[in-house]
């Protein structure tokens, strides 16, 4: 799954990692180590230009709102719930299916959390036991160092309680698609009791978009079932590498780059 990811790249760089064409410097967010649900995010994204009065798609860096509001839902309550979209079932599930037939974007981050459980206390929650679990943090990242880039979606709702010329009648929104996590052996270095696959941390993972991927997946005219879902093709093995990080991560209230510092071995046990 994706829960918690950093993103700390100046828009100036990613602009130009992304071909970015339109770049609104009155939308320019500060770097973050701990963006968590209902944040506000980058996203870039193909559409035309609103005003030009061109139909022709044109790439933005966007400042879109982490938790996707379907455009039938009554209030933007429950986005939190709406962070992730399943790559198995994202073409049929009312609130995504069309965004991602015609709606879709990345999302640049240095790379995402996730939080590895013992093999024990892990059982236990797959059962549905109330036991406190020992996790351990670890900062999931690019091999190569460069920027990692999320499958999303992104989706326009109204507020019928704002009238039609108020600021924030429209809400955009957006949510990651995530996919099994890979089995296949990380990148780089591997800690005592650490996990030797990205598996091993958790059973999900966002979907990651490599750069020959990019134009495709933002291409908004490719919007048949058949065509779209041979799109969510997870990253090759090697990709990424992971490695342990602290545990004050957890709380949503620390933000700073001393969060991606690698330690030198897990602070909480998770041995399997």
């Given amino acids: 799954m994706c829960g918690r990811y950093a993103a700390s790249r100046e828009p100036g760089e990613l602009a130009e990692r992304f071909g970015v064409e339109h770049l609104?410097?009155?939308?320019?967010?500060?770097?973050?180590?701990?963006?968590?649900?209902?944040?506000?995010?980058?996203?870039?994204?193909?559409?035309?230009?609103?005003?030009?009065?061109?139909?022709r798609p044109v790439r933005q860096l966007r400042v879109l709102r982490w938790g996707l509001v379907p455009p039938f839902a009554t209030s933007p309550e429950g986005a939190a719930r709406m962070i992730n979209a399943r790559?198995?079932?994202?073409?049929?599930?009312?609130?995504?299916?069309?965004?991602f037939a015609a709606r879709r974007c990345l999302l640049p981050a240095d790379g995402y959390y996730?939080?590895?459980?013992?093999?024990?206390?892990?059982?236990?929650?797959?059962?549905?036991?109330?036991?406190?679990?020992?996790?351990?943090?670890?900062?999931?990242?690019?091999?190569?160092?460069?920027?990692?880039?999320?499958?999303?979606l992104y989706e326009f709702w109204r507020d019928p309680a704002l009238p039609p010329d108020h600021p924030d009648a429209w809400r955009v929104t957006c949510a990651v698609i995530t996919t099994e996590a890979d089995t296949e052996p990380l990148a780089g270095q591997t800690y005592e009791g650490g996990p030797a696959a990205l598996a091993d941390i958790h059973p999900r993972m966002p979907l990651i978009v490599t750069p020959d991927r990019w134009d495709a997946w933002l291409d908004p005219s490719r919007t048949g079932e058949e065509e779209t879902r041979a799109l969510l093709v997870p990253p090759p093995a090697g990709t990424v590498r992971a490695y342990p990080v602290t545990t004050g991560v957890s709380d949503v209230?620390?933000?700073?780059?001393?969060?991606?510092?690698?330690?030198?071995?897990?602070e909480e046990a998770t041995l399997f």
Avoid at 87 to 99: F, G, I, L, N, W
């Fill in 24 to 55: 609104d410097p009155a939308e320019e967010l500060a770097p973050d180590w701990n963006v968590a649900p209902t944040k506000r995010v980058y996203a870039v994204l193909d559409r035309p230009e609103k005003g030009s009065g061109s139909p």
């Fill in 87 to 99: 790559a198995e079932t994202v073409h049929e599930k009312p609130s995504y299916r069309r965004a």
């Fill in 114 to 152: 996730e939080w590895m459980t013992g093999a024990e206390e892990r059982q236990l929650e797959e059962q549905g036991r109330r036991k406190r679990p020992r996790k351990q943090p670890y900062f999931v990242t690019p091999a190569d160092g460069g920027v990692m880039a999320f499958a999303g």
């Fill in 253 to 266: 209230r620390n933000n700073g780059p001393e969060l991606l510092q690698p330690l030198p071995a897990p």
